[in-house]
Nanobody
Framework: QVQFVESGGGLVQPGGSLRLSCAAS????????MGWYRQAPGKQRELVAT???????NYADSVRGRFTISRDNAKNTVNLQMNSLKPEDTAVYYC???????????WGQGTQVTVSS
């Protein structure tokens, strides 16, 4: 069974920064794409950023240039550095692991990010 520990969410003013971290355990993640999705109230869950085992990144247009995803394979951890935050970044952020062979997804429990003055 895959377990997640997400951290780093909270309240920040517009223009501020937060760093999300997600540590996964329960199996080897050497063939898993790691990423972050978010869901704002009344909206569908959307991709924020992903990082493949080969190092390829993918970012939503709305966060490109402001957010940076990274992973530590030795610690099974994926991080999301979020800079220049905007009120529209407010959402619950979910850690995602996707098996690159079977496409099976695993989801973290989510962490709230609120950008407000």
């Amino acid at each position: 069974q895959v377990q997640f520990v997400e951290s780093g969410g909270g309240l920040v003013q517009p223009g501020g920064s937060l760093r999300l971290s997600c540590a996964a355990s329960g199996r080897s993640f050497s063939i898993y794409r790691m990423g972050w999705y978010r869901q704002a109230p009344g909206k569908q869950r959307e991709l924020v950023a992903t990082l493949t085992t080969g190092g390829r990144t993918n970012y939503a247009d709305s966060v490109r240039g402001r957010f940076t995803i990274s992973r530590d394979n030795a610690k099974n951890t994926v991080n999301l550095q979020m800079n220049s935050l905007k009120p529209e970044d407010t959402a619950v952020y979910y850690c995602n692991l996707r098996n690159e062979v079977t496409s099976i997804n695993y989801w973290g429990q989510g962490t709230q990010v609120t950008v407000s003055s």
